[in-house]
């Protein structure tokens, strides 16, 4: 048993649902009480579906326990043919289905519908979403693909990974599809998002697959280079240096040169502009799902002059990945899936910016810290109106802007700091775009049983710029207790500082 | 037929009655929780509102439902709706001093932080203790482990003054005894925190259910009382009980407690003097325990709209002899902020017509106030269950030929929603954007269940939540086009 506030990732059926809701032609028949329908607002609220989620649920309560389920199931799956005319059929059950053991798949199956029925095996108290959405991508992969002629039209390949509920998903597709065709490279069939059954049957008319998200597509990936031969790309375009690199990968396996001119990108010269000197160095802890943290943790270092102090992810399955990435940067990943775990290491680093999902920032909010957000779980704010992709040139666009942004308005604090004594400004005013509350709670919460200031040490701590002011306080604090002072005086701050020098 | 309503049902004699040797007083053995079912099927004596016994009402515009015609259409098919989980979600705020512990699955986890929806990542006073798969293997001992989690904690939280172990679906089947589970381990927390336990299971609970599962289990903690007083049982936002508690008092009535109470460890008496007033119309079995234990239920309309808070507070006005000058003089200046805010809204949806999903059991008090206050005709009004006698004072108000449906199913009901095209649909979020996407107007209603809308001075925020759709869509149809999203 595992005490759980909050959780990354859903349970396996959600996965699921992602590729089924992504997908057109599908439906998915799930053995599930009520209650769990609620995943069908994850769609239509969070990603503002303008249509239900291919999903009947079949609905049992407590009084068909003692009765047939099955055949509760079967008429769920019957109906669901006659109302929805599927093209293919996925059945399974969510936690509490798994536990009756009524075999969706021989059910299902028994029927004789005239259309494939793809049966789910996904053991939800083991397993959790993205590897639930890999498998599912996977076992349609699987049960869809045939023999085909290979890059009929000139070299070609598939786009694989994009799904319902993906961070960023719709917009990196467009981006990674614009890349690959402006080199001359045939976008063969885009999966799951927005594939049909019998897109998935065309796969291997392709020459390579390009690998969007490894956490979904790495499964179905691996099975079509056993089928059909067909190799993927391992690069990620995250950042201009990944993009380039990804270019590179795909057009020796597209066997093509390069023809075209490398789209314009800001990021590289923004960098590099003397406005971002005061990037440098800023400390930054990165918390998401493998493929992005590794990815923002890469961007951070080498492309915005920034210094990792923290590498994380709930991705468990790509554990190795992440404690490589991690040790390039001297440090020891943190991979959990305990978001006390994540918010308390947030706490202890201290870090200038947090690159992570939407629970790191609600944390980083509370501790004032900027945060800026690169990974699933989604919010209804990862589905921004504006095309903001995170692939590919434009994406790293996109990341330069979303994540100094939110030190931009650091520095503005500073400017307001400096003129902090004129009327118009209120010495205590918070960091505007963090929220009163976030920046006086954090400063109460460091001043419990700490040492008194002298009013004269307080003042001088107020000429420290706002953004590091709740800093100097705790390290000034935790400096005078550890030696035992009651009274903080100047002395005392300047001795914390040349202590606390990095 | 004297007075307004049937008098509730006494202690009923097949009730195994049991002494609480320290409280001293009569309790009934606990019945395994059921829904709504135990209601009789029909009320005998239906009394339309008697002039006279309450301030006078708007003009009927419409003949009162008979009771001949409350045969709901009965549905069984996929169900489009919350667990009982749910219900934390808003208990948690209304008992600060409890902490909600699910024993689940990560779904369960998952719902309740969806269900949150603003996922505002603070340390909430919930959890789930999930369920592994070393659990079900018998590789763990489920007792063990649940005692160790529980220990964690109440080391965290020592704050915690009341746990409640929520059962979840599957818990429920592979049937770990959460009852006993929570006498075991009160014998180590208690005095300091209290445990008790319920199920939130979808299998046995719809939504709001949740709430009445986790008051049901306080009630046989409540003490023993024999001084009359006036319990009001559901949970309400601090705004409404202030009010309410304010219009009590200037009503004369002395002693008037909450069920829920803020504070867990101030639990409310209970006895043969404890008259019981229903805020929430899906508490049937917190009601049935109470009862046992010697209230006796005010029945009346439910407090929504001017009229259904005139008509609750009239029904606990006569229920203690208030003089009906009294009442009238208590409940005049509500009763007009009520009518002229309600009357605002009244030009936007009037003459319109509405369909209700099934979602928390409100639906029929709201239908109730959408007719007859706002003018709407109903097209349908969902309900997941109706409970005839509770609900008794709100049936009588609806309009002849009012659609009831008890159950679901869904897709059929989206059939008849599409082939009616109401002006306005109530119904939950896993619909609301669809039906949108189709030109229908919707509102959300699990808002209606998060928002202060009980009594006279939220009356007219409550015709807002109605009316706020529909004037949205009447300023976006004149400058934006319906315009399909921009495809992937």
């Known amino acids: 048993m595992q005490l759980t506030l909050w959780t990354y990732e859903g349970p396996t059926h959600v996965g699921a649902m992602r590729v089924a809701a992504a997908m057109d032609g599908v439906h998915y028949v799930l053995h599930a009480p009520q209650g769990d329908t609620y995943a069908d607002l994850l769609f239509t609220m969070i990603e503002r579906a303008d249509r239900r989620p291919p999903v009947t649920y079949t609905t049992f309560a407590a009084r068909d326990l003692g009765g047939d389920t099955a055949a509760l199931f079967k008429t769920a799956v019957r109906d669901a043919y006659e109302r929805f005319r599927p093209e293919v059929m996925l059945v399974g059950a969510s936690c509490t289905g798994e536990l009756i053991q009524d075999d969706p798949g021989g059910l299902a199956r028994a029927l004789g519908l005239p259309i494939p029925v793809i049966a789910l095996d996904l053991p939800s108290y083991q397993r ?86 490894p956490e979904i597509a790495g499964t179905a990936a691996r099975y079509l280079q056993k089928r059909f031969g067909q190799p993927s790309t391992r690069t990620v375009p995250i950042g201009v240096a990944a993009t380039r690199a990804f270019v590179d990968e795909v057009l020796a396996l597209a066997g093509i040169a390069p023809d075209a001119a490398e789209p314009a990108c800001n990021l590289p010269w923004y960098s590099r502009s003397v406005d971002a000197t005061y990037l440098t160095g800023k400390r930054v802890l990165v918390f998401g799902d493998a493929t992005h943290a590794i990815a923002a943790a890469r ?125 118009e400004f209120s010495p205590d005013a918070p960091a505007s775009h963090l929220g009163a509350e976030a920046h006086s709670r954090s400063l109460e919460v460091a001043g419990v049983d700490a040492a008194a200031w002298a009013p004269e040490a307080e003042r001088e701590l107020r000429r420290v710029p706002v953004f590091v002011r709740g800093r100097a306080r705790r390290n000034t604090e935790a400096y005078a207790r550890d030696r035992g002072r009651a009274l903080i005086t100047v002395e005392t701050l300047y001795e914390a500082k040349a202590h606390h020098a990095r | 037929m004297g007075g307004w309503r049937r008098e509730p049902g006494r202690v009923s004699a097949s009730l195994a009655l049991t002494r609480s040797a320290a409280a001293g007083c009569a309790v009934a053995e606990q019945a395994p929780l059921r829904a709504a079912e135990a209601a009789p099927l029909h009320e005998s004596e239906v009394a339309p509102l008697r002039e006279g016994e309450i301030p006078p009402l708007r003009e009927r515009e419409v003949a009162p439902l008979r009771e001949s015609d409350v045969t709901p259409l009965r549905e069984r098919g996929q169900r489009e709706v919350f667990c009982g989980l749910t219900g934390i979600v808003w208990l948690h705020r209304a008992m600060p001093d409890a902490f909600f512990l699910v024993v689940g699955s990560r779904t369960c986890a998952h719902l309740l932080q969806s269900a949150a929806g603003v996922m505002i990542f603070a340390e909430p006073r919930f959890a789930t203790a999930i369920i592994e798969e070393r659990d079900l293997a018998g590789r763990a001992d489920m007792n063990d482990e649940l005692d160790r989690v529980v220990t964690r904690l109440l080391e965290r939280r020592p704050e915690i003054r009341l746990l409640f172990l929520v059962g979840s679906c599957p818990s429920e089947v592979i049937k770990l005894d959460l009852g006993r589970a929570a006498a075991r381990l009160a014998q180590r927390t208690l005095p300091a925190t209290r445990v008790l336990a319920y199920s939130g299971s979808g299998l ?49 009535i002395g002693q008037v407690h909450f069920l829920p109470p803020r504070r867990a460890t101030a639990l409310p008496p209970v006895g043969p003097h404890t008259r019981l007033l229903l805020a929430q119309p899906f508490l049937a079995e917190t009601a049935r325990l109470l009862e046992a234990r010697g209230a006796r239920r005010i029945a009346a309309a439910f407090p929504f709209g001017e009229e259904g808070t005139t008509a609750w507070f009239s029904a606990a006005a006569a229920a203690f002899g208030v003089q009906p000058d009294r009442r009238d003089a208590v409940l005049a200046p509500g009763q007009a902020r009520a009518r002229a805010a309600v009357g605002r809204q009244r030009e936007r949806l009037a003459g319109r017509s509405v369909f209700l999903f099934p979602d928390s059991q409100l639906e029929i008090p709201f239908a109730r106030f959408l007719s007859r206050e706002l003018g709407m005709r109903l097209v349908e009004v969902g309900t997941p269950y109706l409970h005839r006698q509770h609900l008794a004072e709100e049936l009588a108000l609806l309009p002849a030929g009012t659609r009831l449906s008890e159950g679901q199913d869904v897709d059929r009901q989206l059939d008849r929603c599409r082939a009616a095209r109401p002006d306005l649909v109530v119904c939950g979020l896993g619909l609301a954007n669809p039906l949108e996407a189709e030109g229908i107007t919707t509102k959300w209603s699990i808002e209606l269940l998060f928002s202060p809308v009980h009594g006279y001075e939220q009356a007219g925020d409550l015709a807002g939540l109605f009316a706020r759709p529909m004037l949205r869509r009447a300023l976006l149809d004149g400058a934006l086009a319906p315009a399909a999203p921009v495809a992937a």
């Not at chain 1, 594939?195 to 998935?200: C, E, F, H, S």
């Not at chain 1, 899936?337 to 870090?351: G, K, N």
């Open chain 2, 204 to 252: 046995e609970t719809t939504f709001t259910q949740g709430e009445d599962a986790c008051l049901a289990a306080l009630v046989p903690e409540l003490a023993c009382s024999d001084s009359p007083a006036l319990l009001v049982a559901g949970a309400l936002p601090d705004v409404i009980e202030a009010q309410f508690r304010a219009t009590f008092a200037a009503l004369g």
């Open chain 1, 128 to 213: 959790k979403e993205n590897w639930a959405a890999a498998e599912t991508f996977y076992a349609l992969v699987r049960g869809l693909a045939v023999e085909a002629p290979r890059d009929e039209h000139g070299p070609s390949c598939n786009i694989l990974g994009p799904t319902a509920l993906g961070f960023r998903h719709r917009d990196d597709v467009r981006e990674v599809r614009g890349l690959l065709e402006r080199l001359g490279v045939r976008v063969n069939v885009v999966a799951p998002l927005g594939a049909t059954p019998a897109a998935l049957a065309r796969l291997g008319e392709a020459r390579f697959n390009v690998v969007l998200y």
């Open chain 1, 299 to 423: 961007v951070a270092a080498s492309e915005l002059g920034f210094d990792v102090v923290g590498l994380g992810s709930y991705s468990r399955e790509f554990g190795r990945e992440l404690r490589e990435a991690a040790l390039g940067y001297g440090l020891e990943a943190l991979i959990s899936d305990d978001s006390l775990e994540v918010e308390q290491r947030i706490a202890e680093l201290r870090p200038d910016l947090v690159l992570g999902t939407q629970m790191e920032r609600h944390v980083a909010k509370r501790l004032g810290i900027p945060c800026a957000v690169i990974s699933a779980p989604v919010h209804v704010q990862d589905f921004p109106a504006r095309y903001s992709p995170q692939m590919g040139f434009e994406g790293a666009n996109v990341l330069f802007d979303s994540w100094v942004h939110p030190l931009m308005m650091g520095l503005e604090e500073h400017l307001l700091g400096m003129f902090r004594e004129d009327d």
